[in-house]
């Protein structure tokens, strides 16, 4: 009797978390893919939360637009972002740098991103590496 | 020196291989002096890693920047206290100092247990030095701290090669917590190899007591602490350091350090039920393995680059030995479970879903559902990659949609679960243990209620912390009050007296009150408002409303 209501307590609580987890899911899901990748399945992103990774393209930000634009690359794609978030752009933002953008595609073909996130260009590291050890 | 710091490690390897062969072959010969030898071999093996983590303790000092490990992560400029940080700022001497801390608890628990369980610490012995084992092997062989830089020549020889600086230590990491942050949190992950030791070596010899249990309550309760600790200093350099504006941002390091932790608090409860009532057996034993699998999970999410994260080391190739390694931990010790089933049958059923049982195998179920849904959404976009071959990650939303209804059920339970009597309890007390705790809480809703908060979460929250808070406070109150009818003690005393006559019960609602502290500080992030913006001179802004 006891392990009835048990087991019958334990499922309402797994049930119910596990509802909460898909709501959770379906709210904070975003596509994690390169450039390349963007632009071979480009028509089946729309509408939904991407995450786009790639380095920017040296001397293609626009600061004097309204929205800040640039361009970001991986191996042999390109794709124009727009910046329309709010917040402040990472000082670790620059040409050349490796740059996360999230968002998702715009009417025009860009790239609307609302958040950026940048990483130092990891060229350093690789030139000392190559320096030292080869 | 890098020479006699390399030797030491490889020395070290050799005296664990050793000490793990002997260990078995003591045991199955029944030879003490066999044994016996295999515990020296151990406590040498210490004594190597000691001397090899002095070595790379010297050669920083003294900026021996021939060394890749020193050249990468430290400078000439660098203050002393962070060149101690330095060891552990990059990852081959991160790893010196992981190897180097198992060899020491090893010897520690070796030592403690010298002339007690003869029969179980062959086996235990065992079980620790393959852990050692493996992580000294890719120290050694796949990380070394001691490796030197080469360079090629116009004529193609290779030539050692000394830059006239290092690298530095990454300005990040230049904090405090740096320097103690992650031995605290290495102690947290590793101490829960000596649990699960014993509990391997309980299966093995067929003594699935509680002397297993008993005799690691101490480590793991350490453990536990430290890892906890170790969690907080975390959320404390991310607060001060990174500009997330937060100390908690479930990132998949974050999350690899939690998981252990919960299972780890799931762990330290149930067996509390194992020990008095001889219930989940199987349970338990499930439970320990997950809780230091884990740990080296979190160690293989930092090292191997599997997903990508801010206090993640970068890709060091070591992520297969560890998938390896982890799998074949989690099949031996599975088949070991299933080979000893039938003695590990509960002595007991559940009475009564009111019931201390009842309250600590929820809590178990909670804690472990949390932990799960950490793991998934962790490894989500390595399974999504898998699966449908685009990678799709889940961020905060989904970790807290999940994770904050499990948090308030588990502060319920903490509130509830002490108030229940083991086996079955009645309406009538329950209602007497319920009055006063129950009515605070609902002053408390009233009073913030009233203050024009209708934010759920922090109601519910607030209304539940007040609930443990009082139902702390009583349960020393009552005690006390006792003490001093029957013993003549003042009432200050009395408190003090009580906690140390009985320090599980009131030392574990010591713990209980600084769980409180900690929900009620992160339910204050209901109100967190958090702005970015670029201001002319002049311009203002408003924050809130």
């Known amino acids: ?134 | 020196m890098a020479e006699f710091g390399n030797f030491c490690l490889l020395f070290a390897l050799c005296l664990s291989l050793y000490a793990l062969f002997a260990a078995l072959i003591g045991a199955s010969q029944r030879q003490p002096r066999i044994v016996k030898s295999a515990e020296k071999a151990a406590f040498a093996a210490a004594g190597c890693t000691t001397l090899s983590f002095a070595a790379l303790l010297y050669l920083t000092f003294t900026n021996d920047f021939s060394i890749s490990h020193i050249a990468e992560s430290s400078s000439r400029d660098l203050a002393v206290f962070y060149k101690i940080a330095a060891i552990w700022g990059a990852h081959d001497g991160s790893m010196l100092l992981w190897v180097f801390f198992t060899a020491l608890l090893c010897a520690i628990v070796i030592y403690q247990n010298r002339s007690r369980y003869r029969d179980m610490m062959p086996y235990v012995l065992a079980v620790l030095m393959i852990d050692l084992c493996f992580f000294l092997s890719l120290n050694f062989f796949l990380s070394n701290p001691f490796k030197q830089l080469t360079q090629v020549l116009a004529d193609g020889t290779l030539q050692k090669f000394m830059p006239a600086d290092g690298r530095g230590l990454n300005p990040l990491l230049q904090h405090w917590a740096m320097v103690i942050h992650p031995p605290i949190l290495y102690l947290g992950f590793i101490g829960f190899l000596i649990p699960f030791a014993f509990a391997i070596a309980a299966l093995i010899t067929g003594q699935i007591g509680t002397t297993w249990i008993r005799t690691t309550r101490r480590w793991t309760l350490l453990t536990w602490l430290l890892l906890g600790a170790g969690l907080l200093l975390g959320g404390k350099w991310a607060y001060v350091v990174l500009g997330w504006g937060g100390y908690w941002g479930w990132d998949p390091v974050e999350n690899s350090s939690l998981m252990p932790w919960l299972m780890g608090t799931a762990f330290l409860h149930s067996v509390i039920i194992q020990e008095r009532r001889g219930m989940l057996k199987i349970w338990n034993t499930i439970l320990i393995m997950l809780t230091y699998l884990l740990g080296v999970f979190g160690t293989f999410i930092t090292r191997s680059g599997v997903v990508s994260s801010v206090h993640a080391f970068s890709d060091s190739g070591l992520g297969h030995f560890f998938l390896i390694y982890m799998a074949a931990v989690l099949i031996a010790s599975l088949g070991l479970i299933a080979a000893r089933r039938s003695i590990m049958k509960s002595e007991r059923q559940l009475d009564s879903l009111l019931s201390r049982e009842s309250a600590f195998v929820f809590n178990n179920l909670v804690l472990v559902a949390a932990c799960l849904a950490v793991f998934f959404g962790t490894m989500f976009p390595v399974f999504s990659k898998w699966i449908t071959g685009v990678q799709i990650t889940l961020d905060a939303p989904f970790f807290n949609k999940i994770n904050i209804p499990i948090g308030l059920i588990l502060l319920l339970l903490t509130g509830v679960g002490p108030l229940f009597a083991w086996r079955k309890t009645s309406l009538e007390s329950l209602r007497r243990a319920f009055f006063w705790p129950a009515i605070s809480a609902a002053v408390v809703v009233a009073v913030v209620f009233i203050g024009g908060i209708r934010h759920f979460y922090f109601i519910i929250c607030m209304a539940l912390c007040t609930f443990v808070l009082v139902s702390i406070v009583e349960e020393f109150f009552k005690g006390a009050l006792v003490r001093r009818e029957t013993k003549g003690e003042s009432f200050a005393a009395a408190v003090v007296n009580l906690t140390l006559k009985n320090k599980r019960r009131y030392g574990g609602y010591i713990v209980h009150f600084s769980i409180v502290m900690i929900f009620a500080g992160l339910a204050g992030n209901a109100f967190n408002r958090e702005t970015k913006a670029q201001l002319a001179t002049g311009q203002e802004l408003r924050i809130g409303s």
């Not at chain 1, 379906?26 to 990774?53: C, F, N, P, R, W």
């Open chain 1, 1 to 134: 009797m006891a392990r009835m209501k048990f087991i019958v307590g334990g499922a309402v609580i797994v049930a119910a978390l596990a509802w909460m987890g898909f709501v959770g899911f379906q709210e904070s899901k975003a596509y994690y893919i390169t450039v390349d990748e963007y632009a071979s399945m480009a028509g089946d992103l729309h509408g939904k939360t991407v995450k786009l990774a790639g380095d920017v393209v040296a001397g293609s930000i626009d600061r004097t637009k309204p929205r800040m634009e640039f361009i970001i690359e991986s191996r042999t794609n390109k794709i124009k972002v727009r910046y329309i978030g709010t917040d402040i752009i990472p000082d670790t933002f620059k040409d050349g740098s490796k740059a996360l953008v999230e968002g998702n595609i715009a009417g025009d073909g860009a790239f609307e991103a609302r958040r950026i996130e940048a990483k130092c260009a990891s060229k350093y590291e690789a030139e000392y590496k190559k320096r030292s050890s080869s």
